[in-house]
């Protein structure tokens, strides 16, 4: 018998076919030889039992009419063993099943069914991702072999600092020992194992939204250096500096993703609706969409109302939802092709339909039931030229429904395009009567003095260069203990302060800055990685003025800057960006 740990992930795995029918059995390897497996074959339950005492499989297709021992006795004693508690059983069957039958082959241990006559794709299909499971996991046996190997050697040469660690090591193992008892001792317990999904869902957005804030950080000093080139006109040509912003946008616009996506899964986006024109919403969308069309030669054609078609909405994320409908229909289209955009308000079903279409590779039909699945994308070559997250999709429709509304997909098959709709309320903003313009210092009269605060190095330089290109006195600091004496001798008008400082964070800097005598009008500015709703609550609370995510746009610094210099009654007591 060659054991799991011994074999080699790149070896054909071993298939067990189990059916008292030698044509069935027939049929079976026909289907799967193609596969380049080895198969095995038995013809009852007790046979089935005995190839697996001889050998380890990577999957068991059991037949579940047998007579003498049926499939679901068969798969009782397999999962009983130790060795095959975890082998997958694919269940076939020439009867329609009920639901109780399927239930309860599923406690058992299944993982599938399939129905006869046996459709060789469909088989083959399951086969095959079962299969390369199961490989998977042979890799995963064979790199922790390895990774004792190297264990043992790191011990070798440094066996005085590793036998602390060794021993911490030792105690969370049984920890851990103790902890799996527990688990194994509840598994069964339906409520316990949904209560670990839930866990590990909310473990996986924590660390989506962790790593969207790292990424952030070094992405400041990057954006503030492209500004910096901007400003200064000495980018060289223009379309380099082009391509770098654009590039840099992707990349956030990526990041937003991730923490939309971890934020609409714990229910905790909440959209800014107001009054705003559907009009709008699509420019602002054309325009983030309009790099990748342009790189990929496509024509676009739009069609919207002449007449002003107006929502109650959160303009940002239905500009987003458009946006990235666009870009699939750019990265799934072949150069030079065409891509429509049609919008139309149904007032009779107080709806407001839009259409995207395009000419690209199209969708099968079990294509068109998971495209807007978490991390789903199309297999084909071109997610491998262009790559992609697979949760842009899925990013419109959580969108789309927040605002009470549906998005449909339909194709008439490969390479024959593809539509996107989305259907929105068409609900009447109330009216909104005109405010008064009050005279304000204009914006190029203004020269704030700046305090920029960061740890950062290479962020707080390059935003400090960044201010004092737009024409204002700036200075700054790395260390934030620093930051109090500096207030008295540089008596700032405006603070960018980082967040997340070591020693003293923005959130303990930003109050002691509001009581100090004489800085009554001061601004504090949030710059930060974190960007939640919780976080800019936290940022209010602290005392800051405004928060900004990093990397902060060049505008909004501008309009920091320069925006007249407020009396102590009209310092906001909310973050209201």
Not at 21 to 32: E, H, S
Not at 304 to 333: G, I
Not at 443 to 453: A, E, F, M, P, Y
Request: glycine share 6%; charged share 25%; proline share 6%.
């Amino acid at each position: 018998m060659t054991s799991l740990a011994t074999r080699s992930p790149d070896e054909p795995v071993k298939i067990l076919l189990v059916d008292d029918q030698p044509g069935r059995l027939l049929t079976y390897r026909a289907i799967l030889e193609p596969l380049g497996e080895h198969l095995v074959e038995a013809s009852s339950g007790v046979e089935a039992l005995k190839r697996l005492m001889e050998d380890d499989f990577a999957l068991i297709l059991l037949d579940v009419n047998m007579p003498e021992m049926d499939g679901f006795e068969t798969a009782s004693l397999i999962h009983q063993h130790p060795r095959f508690e975890k082998t997958p059983i694919i269940f076939v069957t020439a009867v329609n099943v009920t639901d109780m039958d399927r239930l309860r082959g599923y406690k058992l241990g299944a993982v599938d069914y399939v129905m006869v006559p046996v459709i060789p794709e469909i088989l083959r299909s399951k086969v095959v991702v079962l299969a390369e499971l199961h490989r998977k996991r042979l890799e995963l046996q064979a790199a922790n072999v390895k990774l004792e190997a190297a264990n043992r050697a790191l011990q070798a040469e440094q066996a005085r600092e590793l036998e602390v660690l060794n021993e911490s090591l030792r105690n969370a193992n049984a920890a851990l020992g103790a902890q799996n008892v527990e688990l194994h001792g509840e598994i069964a317990e339906r409520k316990r194992v949904e209560q670990l999904l839930r866990e590990a869902d909310r473990r996986k957005d924590e660390f989506l939204a962790t790593l969207a804030h790292e990424l952030r950080n070094p992405l400041a000093p990057l954006q503030n250096a492209l500004s910096i080139r901007r400003l200064s006109d000495s980018s060289g040509d223009p379309g380099l500096q082009q391509v770098m912003e654009r590039q840099l946008a992707l990349l956030v616009r990526l990041i937003d993703d991730l923490l939309d996506i971890a934020r609409i899964s714990q229910a905790k986006l909440t959209l800014r609706k107001h009054p705003t024109l559907l009009s709008d919403i699509i420019d602002s969308a054309v325009e983030v969409a309009r790099p990748a069309i342009e790189q990929g030669g496509h024509e676009l054609v739009l069609a919207v109302p002449e007449e002003p078609v107006a929502l109650v909405a959160d303009q940002a994320r239905l500009s987003q939802v458009f946006a990235n409908l666009l870009n699939n229909a750019a990265k799934y289209s072949e150069p030079h092709g065409r891509i429509e955009l049609e919008a139309r308000a149904d007032a009779d079903a107080g709806r407001v339909e839009v259409e995207v279409r395009d000419s690209g590779i199209g969708l099968e039909d079990a294509q068109i039931h998971r495209i807007f699945e978490m991390f789903s994308q199309v297999e084909t070559e071109v997610d491998r030229t262009h790559g992609g997250l697979g949760i842009g999709l899925t990013l419109v429709r959580r969108l789309v429904e927040m605002h009470g509304g549906e998005v449909s997909v339909a194709s008439e098959g490969l390479g024959k395009g593809a539509r996107f709709g989305v259907s929105l309320p068409l609900e009447h903003p109330p009216a909104v009567p005109p405010q008064p313009e009050s005279p304000t210092q204009t914006g190029s009269d203004v020269h704030k003095r700046v305090l920029v605060v960061d740890d950062n190095r290479d962020a707080a330089d390059t935003l400090a260069m960044m201010i004092e290109m737009l024409g204002h006195p700036v200075r700054r600091l790395y260390d934030p203990q620093a930051v109090v004496a500096e207030m008295e001798a540089f008596h700032p008008d405006i603070v960018f302060l980082d967040v997340g400082m070591p020693g003293l964070s923005g959130y303990e800097l930003a109050p002691q800055l509001r009581a100090m005598p004489g800085f009554e009008e001061l601004e504090i500015v949030a710059v930060t990685g974190w960007g939640q709703p919780e976080d800019r609550r936290r940022t209010g609370e602290a005392g800051f003025d405004e928060h900004l995510v990093k990397p902060p746009a060049l505008d909004a610094i501008r309009r920091l800057c320069e925006q007249p210099v407020r009396s102590v009654s009209g310092r906001r007591e909310r973050v209201d960006g």
